[in-house]
């Protein structure tokens, strides 16, 4: 009653109330339009000041880095990755040289039935010497299932859950993550999506031969990396090369074993595998790749085993594009992709997946430099969060083939919905805000008509000895 009374002797009219309360609704839309980024994407979206201070490398030296644990046995560093069919490679880092590589599961907290036993291996930097680093791979494993493990026999409980063997599949995607500020903010966005396992083209830790920082990295993202299988590859960061001292990828190879052997590549630096409907392969772009190579070699031999009715979504990923319209890492990508674009165009692969450049953009499905239906999706996402900054400046004119771009930190999602068509997003990373600024639907190459009408001389190539 007194709300009534109180609005009855208001000194403003009817019409000037609805004209005050238009200019308030007004004013709150463009509030929320700028709070979303909404009125400026892509190219001419200029990144405002943070909020807070960004640029400081998180644990930069490594006495503040050692893990709070109340015992050396105790896991660290935890992280799973798929390994082969129904299998899962659980890995983790004990400062304690004793503890058993064994990984105790099941399917109820604090109940294991089933246990498994597996390798452990360690590596001397310089004057960095790692912990006692273990690899367990457990099952098999039923699909679309929480599992509960515990590592090295004793010390906290962990839980994954197993992705689906069939569509709806969602895959969260992240390039050139590091250690800073914004990398938590990313991760931080990743951990509010719905997805069942995360790809990241390259560039992990921006270690760069600070061993403690692969140690700070791991703790970083194991809240993550625990909980849903994180498929990797290499990137430029990850070289760590000492001529006369020390070869590449030393410390990568020992802490992030990737299914290599399961699917028949002799290294690690390239591999495949499937999840529900996909063939998902990872390329390495900072190993031999030419015509006579170890890795043309495996990539022609697993593109020809793939059965498109059963994995009818094809995706590759790697670490320098192919196709960048930024100025940054320009031409980088030209040799590999002068190599191994036949072999992929022939294999009628969808998307290809790349980082290294500080930045987002996304090509229409091109070949050869133009624009090309039965060509893939390419996407540039080297945007994680790193600690040397974003690629501001992209070549004018826009290539014809250039969709999108925008230099901003963020992540993507792919939601592959059934066996013709996925939802691609990319998510800004506005400070706290996860905003969504790029998306398509994309529709699989195998409901098309290009394999159907693709020419003997294409498919020649993969079968060729």
């Known amino acids: 009653m007194e709300t009534r009374t109180a609005a009855r002797r208001s000194p403003l009219g009817p019409m000037a109330a609805r004209f005050l309360f238009l200019l308030l609704l007004l004013a709150a839309s463009s509030c929320a339009a700028a709070a979303t980024g909404a009125l400026v994407v892509g190219e001419d979206y200029v990144r405002p000041p943070a909020r807070r201070h960004r640029k400081a490398l998180l644990s930069l030296f490594p006495w503040i880095n050692k893990k709070a644990s109340s015992s050396a046995s105790d896991p660290q560093q935890v992280h799973i990755s798929l390994a082969g ?4 490679r659980i890995t983790w880092i004990t400062d304690d040289n004793s503890v058993p590589s064994v990984v105790d599961y099941g399917t109820k907290a604090g109940t294991y039935t089933s246990t498994s036993e597996g390798e452990y291996t360690s590596y001397s930097y310089l004057l960095y010497s790692s912990g006692k680093i273990h690899h367990v791979v457990i099952g098999p494993l039923e699909e679309n299932t929480v599992y509960y493990y515990r590592c090295g026999g004793q010390g906290p409980e962990f839980q994954f859950k197993t992705p689906p063997s069939q569509f709806p599949l969602s895959l969260a995607v992240v390039g050139d993550l590091g250690q800073t500020s914004w990398t938590t903010s990313t991760l931080n966005h990743i951990k509010q999506c719905e997805y069942d396992m995360l790809l990241l083209p390259g560039d992990l830790s921006y270690a760069d031969y600070m061993q403690h920082l692969w140690d700070s990295f791991g703790k970083l993202v194991e809240p993550l990396a625990s909980t849903r299988p994180w498929m990797v590859t290499e990137g430029n960061h990850e070289k760590e090369h000492i001529p ?5 990828f030393q410390s990568y ?7 290599y052997e399961e699917c028949g590549s002799t290294s690690n630096l390239y591999y495949s595998f499937e999840v529900a409907g996909a063939h998902i392969i990872m390329l390495g772009s900072y190993t031999d790749y030419d015509e006579g190579s170890d890795q043309y ?4 031999a697993d593109l020809a085993k793939v059965d498109r009715k059963k994995t009818p979504w094809l995706i590759a990923l790697l670490h320098a594009p192919w196709y960048n319209s930024n100025w940054a890492h320009q031409g980088e990508g ?3 992709m002068s190599a191994m674009e036949p072999l992929l165009y022939a294999a009628h692969v969808d998307m290809i997946i790349a980082g290294h450049v500080h930045a987002y953009e996304r090509a229409e499905r091109v070949y050869n430099g133009r624009l090309d239906p039965c060509g893939a999706v390419h996407i540039t996402i080297g945007d994680g969060g790193n600690r040397e900054g974003l690629a501001r400046r992209y070549r004018n004119p826009k290539p014809a083939w250039s ?5 901003s930190f963020g992540h993507g999602e792919l939601k592959i919905l059934n066996s013709t068509h996925a939802h691609w997003t990319w998510h800004r990373n506005d400070d706290e805000e996860p905003v969504r600024t790029d998306d398509v639907w994309i529709n699989s190459l195998a409901g098309s008509g290009c394999i159907q009408d693709s020419s003997r001389e294409l498919r020649k190539i993969l079968m060729a000895p």
């Open 334 to 336: 030209d040799s590999m």
């Open 85 to 88: 069919e129904k299998h899962m």
């Open 403 to 407: 969709v999108f771009r925008e230099a």
């Open 253 to 259: 190879n020992a802490r992030w074993k990737m299914p």
């Open 244 to 248: 006369f001292l020390k070869s590449g």
């Open 297 to 300: 070699a495996w990539l022609k």
